[in-house]
């Protein structure tokens, strides 16, 4: 069992917030729906879904003598299978200006994601939850399925990347280190959040609220609810990564950004409305 991180300086919560999102995907690689390598040179993962969020390459540790080749060998498998893919650069990626080679091969960098911690001793739990909220764990396939289409919805993903999730979380069951969540509000789904426990931390994942249920404090309480779960199972550092919309909510809540990760894409040829 990893040992549960305690409060670090700020170099070690960077490795924290890496190391979770590195353990995120290497689980969600477990399923047999995805194709997992787990090298000392990389994380990758390659699916039969024809969108970035399902192809991912991460934790790069390239030599520079070779780079152009090895980015080539590494987009291949890809390419051949006309999948787009996201590229993740991070602190320890290296080269560190990995992204320069990355774009001189094809890929844009689309967007920066926040590397954030949190000390869960600290967090902001006087927000306000909406009274008519409800918030319960997915325990059973039923209401993963519920869970889905919120995530779905929320995230504006093609239906069939809610499909290939939905049978990765299948096949990797509902206990712990995953814990799923589901927000009701007058009995309909309107959000959700997934706790993964790993690398000594507590991940939270998967945060989204349906459009008409946005500015309530819902997204908000899909992310304490877990963590504080984390808190009650001994856990002390809660990481997770956003995008400039999610920013403020987990400031709030009492979240620090540390770190950055880059988001490299090659499109490849994306069949049209994916």
Known sequence: MTE???????PRLVEAIEAGIFRFW???GRSPR???YDGPDMI???SDVPSPF???VLRAQLAPDDIDTRIEATLTPFKSRKLPVRWWTSPSTRPANLGKYLEAHGLNRMADMAGMAVHLAALN???TKPSDLTVEHVSDVKTLEQWIQVLTIGLGVPVSVGTLFFDVLCSLGFELPWRHYIGWVMGKPVACSSLLLGAGVAGI???ATVPEARGRGIGTALTLVPLLDARAMGYRIGVLGSTQMGLGVYQRLGFREYCKF???IWKGEMAQGE
């Open 4 to 10: 549960i991180v305690q409060r670090l300086s700020t």
């Open 26 to 28: 290497i689980h969600l």
């Open 34 to 36: 995805l194709g997992l």
């Open 44 to 46: 990758r993962l390659i």
């Open 54 to 56: 399902c192809n991912n």
């Open 125 to 127: 739990e006087k927000l």
């Open 205 to 207: 994942y998967f945060v």
């Open 262 to 264: 880059g988001i490299y």
